[in-house]
């Protein structure tokens, strides 16, 4: 599941995969890929020059399986131990922002966000009711958003962590208001422990 998560959102070279996954050896990795490749859920191909390198890309049947990891989103955050201050990767911090979005508390809010993670780029985009996401960059955005790691940016969307510490370019005031539209649903009661 991590290999297809960190896929989600376009093809990714081996190095980017493993990087991505931190922990897991190249043997493993290949190992899952090749399981994927066979089992239908990714493809294996050269980009074109200039890049000219090879890439993992999910199929159309492996894109199909987003809604799955947002249902999972929102059911893992729901866990007593779930902590939104701890690491993890940008693909899994942008699933996230387009998961735990709530069009309620956002009303009619539109907006073209950038965010710089490390030496990533990608964007958030809200149009309408529709929400983009994606790697890249955007022309005009109304924030740009930046953070070493994608936990810089978690840290203050959903962890009470400053705007200012991660706001690079745009509206003060409409970075301090994101929180609100990413409220983390309420935690379940811990099971009792055994005595």
Sequence with gaps: MPVVRELLLGPRRFGDIKESLSGISANVLTQRLGDLEEAGLLIKRKLPPPA???????????????????????WAVRSPRHDA??????????????????????????????LKLGVEDFFWIREGQDIR???GEIEEPDLVLRGQT????????????PAESILADGDIDMARRLPTFFPMPP?????PTKA
């Design 52 to 74: 000219s390198v090879q890439v993992y890309e999910l199929t159309q049947w492996g894109y199909e399986s987003a809604p799955i990891f947002q249902a999972m989103g929102r």
């Design 85 to 114: 201050t701890k690491p993890f990767s940008p693909v899994s911090l942008m699933l996230s922002l387009r998961t735990m979005f709530s069009s309620q508390a956002a009303s009619d809010f539109t907006a073209r966000i950038q």
């Design 133 to 135: 996401i994606g790697r």
């Design 150 to 161: 994608a936990s810089d940016v978690a840290a203050a969307i959903y962890g009470g962590a």
């Design 187 to 191: 935690k379940v009661k811990a099971a």
